[in-house]
Protein backbone atom coordinates (compact mmCIF):
# COMPACT_ATOMS: atom_id res chain seq x y z
CA UNK A 1 0.00 0.00 0.00
CA UNK A 2 1.30 3.25 -0.76
CA UNK A 3 2.31 5.81 1.88
CA UNK A 4 -0.41 8.02 3.73
CA UNK A 5 1.02 11.37 4.15
CA UNK A 6 0.18 13.57 6.67
CA UNK A 7 1.42 16.74 6.31
CA UNK A 8 2.03 19.20 9.39
CA UNK A 9 3.95 22.19 10.65
CA UNK A 10 7.08 21.34 12.25
CA UNK A 11 6.82 22.75 15.76
CA UNK A 12 6.78 20.19 18.69
CA UNK A 13 3.08 20.68 18.96
CA UNK A 14 2.19 20.54 15.76
CA UNK A 15 4.52 16.95 15.01
CA UNK A 16 2.58 15.67 18.59
CA UNK A 17 -1.02 16.52 16.86
CA UNK A 18 -0.06 15.24 13.49
CA UNK A 19 1.47 11.51 15.03
CA UNK A 20 -2.32 11.57 16.35
CA UNK A 21 -3.98 11.83 13.45
CA UNK A 22 -1.73 8.61 12.00
CA UNK A 23 -2.46 6.40 15.23
CA UNK A 24 -6.20 7.33 15.54
CA UNK A 25 -6.16 6.25 11.67
CA UNK A 26 -3.40 2.61 12.96
CA UNK A 27 -6.03 2.11 15.79
CA UNK A 28 -8.44 2.27 13.46
CA UNK A 29 -7.09 -0.33 11.25
CA UNK A 30 -7.95 2.45 8.33
CA UNK A 31 -3.63 1.87 7.82
CA UNK A 32 -1.01 0.25 8.79
CA UNK A 33 1.79 1.82 11.42
CA UNK A 34 4.20 1.38 8.77
CA UNK A 35 2.44 3.21 5.67
CA UNK A 36 2.17 6.47 7.94
CA UNK A 37 4.23 8.88 7.00
CA UNK A 38 4.25 12.56 8.76
CA UNK A 39 5.92 15.13 6.07
CA UNK A 40 6.97 18.49 7.75
CA UNK A 41 6.22 21.79 6.05
CA UNK A 42 7.74 24.78 7.12
CA UNK A 43 5.27 27.64 7.56
CA UNK A 44 5.76 31.45 6.54
CA UNK A 45 4.10 32.25 10.34
CA UNK A 46 7.16 29.67 11.75
CA UNK A 47 9.59 31.86 9.98
CA UNK A 48 8.03 35.04 11.18
CA UNK A 49 8.18 35.37 14.80
CA UNK A 50 8.74 38.80 15.80
CA UNK A 51 5.44 40.62 14.65
CA UNK A 52 1.57 40.00 15.30
CA UNK A 53 0.29 37.63 12.38
CA UNK A 54 -2.69 40.01 11.78
CA UNK A 55 0.43 42.62 10.64
CA UNK A 56 1.74 40.23 8.07
CA UNK A 57 -1.17 38.34 6.89
CA UNK A 58 -3.36 36.34 9.37
CA UNK A 59 -4.05 32.82 10.05
CA UNK A 60 -3.00 31.25 6.17
CA UNK A 61 0.82 32.18 7.53
CA UNK A 62 0.00 28.54 9.30
CA UNK A 63 -1.91 27.28 6.49
CA UNK A 64 -0.76 28.08 2.75
CA UNK A 65 2.27 26.33 2.33
CA UNK A 66 0.04 23.08 3.88
CA UNK A 67 -2.56 23.78 1.39
CA UNK A 68 -0.17 24.36 -1.65
CA UNK A 69 1.30 21.19 -0.82
CA UNK A 70 -2.43 19.22 -0.39
CA UNK A 71 -3.24 20.63 -3.87
CA UNK A 72 -0.03 19.80 -5.54
CA UNK A 73 -0.31 16.29 -4.24
CA UNK A 74 2.56 16.44 -2.19
CA UNK A 75 0.79 15.06 0.63
CA UNK A 76 -2.32 13.14 1.58
CA UNK A 77 -3.80 15.24 4.35
CA UNK A 78 -2.67 18.52 6.29
CA UNK A 79 -3.19 18.75 10.18
CA UNK A 80 -3.78 21.77 11.76
CA UNK A 81 -4.94 23.39 15.42
CA UNK A 82 -8.49 24.48 14.32
CA UNK A 83 -8.06 28.09 16.47
CA UNK A 84 -5.35 28.63 14.17
CA UNK A 85 -7.23 27.93 10.47
CA UNK A 86 -8.80 30.81 8.90
CA UNK A 87 -12.12 31.35 8.97
CA UNK A 88 -12.90 30.89 4.86
CA UNK A 89 -11.05 28.07 3.69
CA UNK A 90 -10.78 27.42 -0.45
CA UNK A 91 -13.53 25.35 -2.16
CA UNK A 92 -10.77 22.98 -3.26
CA UNK A 93 -9.95 22.23 0.64
CA UNK A 94 -12.50 19.93 3.05
CA UNK A 95 -12.21 19.99 6.29
CA UNK A 96 -12.24 15.81 6.53
CA UNK A 97 -12.30 15.35 10.06
CA UNK A 98 -11.65 16.66 13.66
CA UNK A 99 -10.40 14.68 16.97
CA UNK A 100 -12.36 14.66 19.97
CA UNK A 101 -12.16 17.75 21.33
CA UNK A 102 -9.32 18.17 24.24
CA UNK A 103 -9.92 20.39 27.43
CA UNK A 104 -11.25 24.90 25.83
CA UNK A 105 -9.24 26.73 28.24
CA UNK A 106 -6.58 29.22 28.56
CA UNK A 107 -3.58 28.66 30.90
CA UNK A 108 -2.29 31.09 33.29
CA UNK A 109 1.81 30.82 33.36
CA UNK A 110 3.21 33.04 35.62
CA UNK A 111 0.61 33.74 38.95
CA UNK A 112 -1.89 31.81 40.57
CA UNK A 113 -4.68 33.90 39.02
CA UNK A 114 -5.32 37.31 37.29
CA UNK A 115 -6.02 39.09 40.28
CA UNK A 116 -2.50 37.70 41.59
CA UNK A 117 -0.65 39.68 38.82
CA UNK A 118 1.38 42.44 40.28
CA UNK A 119 0.47 46.20 39.54
CA UNK A 120 1.18 46.98 36.11
CA UNK A 121 1.97 43.55 35.50
CA UNK A 122 3.72 43.29 31.66
CA UNK A 123 1.78 39.89 29.88
CA UNK A 124 3.17 38.57 27.02
CA UNK A 125 0.60 37.14 24.65
CA UNK A 126 -0.32 37.80 20.54
CA UNK A 127 -3.85 36.93 20.66
CA UNK A 128 -5.85 40.13 20.30
CA UNK A 129 -8.80 38.22 22.37
CA UNK A 130 -6.32 37.37 25.46
CA UNK A 131 -5.22 40.76 25.23
CA UNK A 132 -8.73 42.07 25.65
CA UNK A 133 -9.88 39.61 27.90
CA UNK A 134 -7.05 40.62 30.55
CA UNK A 135 -7.51 44.61 30.02
CA UNK A 136 -11.38 43.93 30.99
CA UNK A 137 -10.56 42.34 34.25
CA UNK A 138 -7.81 44.25 34.86
CA UNK A 139 -7.02 47.59 32.75
CA UNK A 140 -3.68 48.02 34.44
CA UNK A 141 -2.01 45.02 32.48
CA UNK A 142 0.73 45.94 29.85
CA UNK A 143 0.34 43.18 27.17
CA UNK A 144 3.57 42.83 25.07
CA UNK A 145 3.99 40.87 21.83
CA UNK A 146 5.20 37.23 22.69
CA UNK A 147 5.25 34.51 20.19
CA UNK A 148 7.11 31.01 19.56
CA UNK A 149 6.22 27.42 20.24
CA UNK A 150 5.32 26.56 23.73
CA UNK A 151 8.63 25.58 24.68
CA UNK A 152 9.92 29.19 23.37
CA UNK A 153 7.48 31.64 25.10
CA UNK A 154 8.08 29.60 28.68
CA UNK A 155 11.79 30.18 28.36
CA UNK A 156 10.96 33.95 27.59
CA UNK A 157 8.93 33.80 30.99
CA UNK A 158 11.35 31.76 32.75
CA UNK A 159 14.17 34.40 31.55
CA UNK A 160 11.96 37.48 32.80
CA UNK A 161 11.13 38.99 29.54
CA UNK A 162 7.53 38.96 31.23
CA UNK A 163 5.51 38.41 34.21
CA UNK A 164 2.85 35.96 32.81
CA UNK A 165 1.34 34.54 29.90
CA UNK A 166 -1.28 32.73 28.51
CA UNK A 167 -1.29 28.93 26.68
CA UNK A 168 -4.29 26.60 25.69
CA UNK A 169 -4.61 24.13 28.00
CA UNK A 170 -5.23 21.68 24.99
CA UNK A 171 -1.65 22.05 23.93
CA UNK A 172 -0.07 22.14 27.09
CA UNK A 173 -1.70 18.86 27.66
CA UNK A 174 -1.11 17.07 24.56
CA UNK A 175 2.48 17.89 25.23
CA UNK A 176 2.75 16.11 28.51
CA UNK A 177 3.00 19.97 30.29
CA UNK A 178 -0.83 19.98 31.92
CA UNK A 179 0.74 20.73 35.25
CA UNK A 180 2.27 24.03 34.23
CA UNK A 181 0.54 27.03 34.87
CA UNK A 182 -3.85 27.33 36.37
CA UNK A 183 -6.76 26.91 34.04
CA UNK A 184 -8.74 29.90 33.76
CA UNK A 185 -12.61 29.16 34.01
CA UNK A 186 -14.68 29.59 30.66
CA UNK A 187 -16.78 32.29 32.71
CA UNK A 188 -13.63 34.28 33.17
CA UNK A 189 -12.22 33.93 29.51
CA UNK A 190 -14.30 32.32 26.76
CA UNK A 191 -11.79 30.47 24.70
CA UNK A 192 -10.67 31.41 21.07
CA UNK A 193 -13.13 29.58 18.48
CA UNK A 194 -12.15 26.06 17.89
CA UNK A 195 -9.73 26.13 20.62
CA UNK A 196 -8.53 22.63 21.81
CA UNK A 197 -10.01 21.10 18.26
CA UNK A 198 -7.23 19.17 16.33
CA UNK A 199 -8.74 19.35 12.53
CA UNK A 200 -7.57 17.23 9.58
CA UNK A 201 -8.09 18.50 5.63
CA UNK A 202 -7.95 16.74 2.25
CA UNK A 203 -8.72 18.02 -0.46
CA UNK A 204 -12.21 18.07 -1.40
CA UNK A 205 -12.60 15.88 -4.53
CA UNK A 206 -10.11 13.27 -2.93
CA UNK A 207 -13.02 10.47 -2.55
CA UNK A 208 -10.32 8.06 -0.62
CA UNK A 209 -8.77 10.36 1.77
CA UNK A 210 -12.04 11.53 2.77
CA UNK A 211 -13.51 8.07 3.36
CA UNK A 212 -10.44 7.26 5.53
CA UNK A 213 -10.72 10.44 7.75
CA UNK A 214 -14.34 10.06 8.29
CA UNK A 215 -13.67 7.22 10.51
CA UNK A 216 -12.13 9.13 12.80
CA UNK A 217 -14.05 12.07 12.77
CA UNK A 218 -15.58 12.77 16.41
CA UNK A 219 -19.08 14.21 14.89
CA UNK A 220 -20.02 16.39 17.88
CA UNK A 221 -16.61 17.68 18.00
CA UNK A 222 -17.39 18.61 14.17
CA UNK A 223 -20.81 20.10 14.74
CA UNK A 224 -19.27 22.25 17.59
CA UNK A 225 -15.87 23.32 15.35
CA UNK A 226 -18.92 24.04 12.68
CA UNK A 227 -20.97 25.97 14.48
CA UNK A 228 -17.83 28.52 15.89
CA UNK A 229 -16.35 28.94 12.72
CA UNK A 230 -20.03 29.70 11.04
CA UNK A 231 -20.20 32.54 13.83
CA UNK A 232 -17.06 33.76 12.83
CA UNK A 233 -18.47 33.67 9.30
CA UNK A 234 -21.37 35.43 10.12
CA UNK A 235 -18.83 38.37 11.95
CA UNK A 236 -16.01 38.81 8.88
CA UNK A 237 -14.08 38.20 12.02
CA UNK A 238 -10.28 38.35 11.17
CA UNK A 239 -7.56 38.26 13.46
CA UNK A 240 -7.51 41.70 14.52
CA UNK A 241 -10.86 40.82 16.48
CA UNK A 242 -10.97 40.23 19.63
CA UNK A 243 -13.66 37.01 19.74
CA UNK A 244 -14.09 34.59 22.12
CA UNK A 245 -16.74 31.64 21.26
CA UNK A 246 -17.04 28.56 22.40
CA UNK A 247 -20.57 26.02 21.40
CA UNK A 248 -21.00 23.00 23.19
CA UNK A 249 -23.69 20.19 22.17
CA UNK A 250 -25.50 17.98 24.82
CA UNK A 251 -28.59 15.93 24.71
CA UNK A 252 -28.99 17.02 20.75
CA UNK A 253 -29.27 20.82 21.94
CA UNK A 254 -26.09 22.95 20.71
CA UNK A 255 -25.24 26.01 22.96
CA UNK A 256 -23.81 28.64 21.37
CA UNK A 257 -21.95 31.18 23.17
CA UNK A 258 -19.88 34.12 21.85
CA UNK A 259 -18.07 37.28 23.53
CA UNK A 260 -17.13 40.79 21.37
CA UNK A 261 -14.95 42.81 22.91
CA UNK A 262 -13.03 46.26 22.16
CA UNK A 263 -8.86 45.49 21.33
CA UNK A 264 -8.78 47.75 24.73
CA UNK A 265 -11.32 45.17 26.62
CA UNK A 266 -13.09 48.49 28.13
CA UNK A 267 -16.46 46.99 25.78
CA UNK A 268 -17.54 43.82 25.82
CA UNK A 269 -20.92 42.02 25.02
CA UNK A 270 -22.25 38.26 25.15
CA UNK A 271 -24.75 36.68 23.63
CA UNK A 272 -25.75 32.64 24.13
CA UNK A 273 -28.07 30.70 21.93
CA UNK A 274 -29.23 27.09 22.02
CA UNK A 275 -30.39 25.45 19.09
CA UNK A 276 -30.42 22.21 16.82
CA UNK A 277 -26.43 20.95 16.09
CA UNK A 278 -26.36 21.82 12.40
CA UNK A 279 -28.88 24.96 12.00
CA UNK A 280 -26.82 27.66 10.03
CA UNK A 281 -29.28 29.83 11.39
CA UNK A 282 -27.75 29.83 15.07
CA UNK A 283 -24.65 31.24 14.45
CA UNK A 284 -25.33 33.90 12.30
CA UNK A 285 -28.65 34.66 14.94
CA UNK A 286 -25.45 34.62 17.69
CA UNK A 287 -23.23 37.27 15.01
CA UNK A 288 -26.45 39.19 14.23
CA UNK A 289 -27.17 39.73 18.01
CA UNK A 290 -23.94 40.75 19.27
CA UNK A 291 -23.45 43.46 16.37
CA UNK A 292 -26.97 45.07 17.28
CA UNK A 293 -25.83 45.89 20.54
CA UNK A 294 -22.39 46.32 20.14
CA UNK A 295 -21.17 49.67 20.76
CA UNK A 296 -19.59 51.80 17.87
CA UNK A 297 -15.68 50.68 20.01
CA UNK A 298 -16.62 47.09 18.93
CA UNK A 299 -18.97 47.39 15.65
CA UNK A 300 -16.45 48.92 13.86
CA UNK A 301 -13.64 45.85 14.14
CA UNK A 302 -16.09 44.10 11.78
CA UNK A 303 -17.07 46.92 9.43
CA UNK A 304 -15.70 46.26 5.87
Known amino acids: MAKFRIGTRGSPLALTQANMVG ?5 AEIVAAQDVEIVTIRTTGDRVQDRALAEIGG ?10 ALLAGDIDCAVHSMKDVETFRPDMIAIAATLHRADVRDRLIGA ?16 PRR ?5 KIRPDLQIVLFRGNVETRLAKLAAGEVDATLLAAAGLARLGRDDVGTAIPINVMLPAPAQGI ?24 HACADAERAFLAALKADCHSPVAALATLEGGILTLRAELLSQDGAHHLYSQIEGAPLD ?22 FEG
Open 112 to 127: DSIESLRQNAVIGTSS
Open 198 to 221: IGVECRADDAHSLAMLKAIDDPQT
Open 280 to 301: PLLPRAVAQDLLEHAPPEIRRL
Open 23 to 27: QHLVD
Open 59 to 68: KALWTKELDR
Open 131 to 135: AAQLR
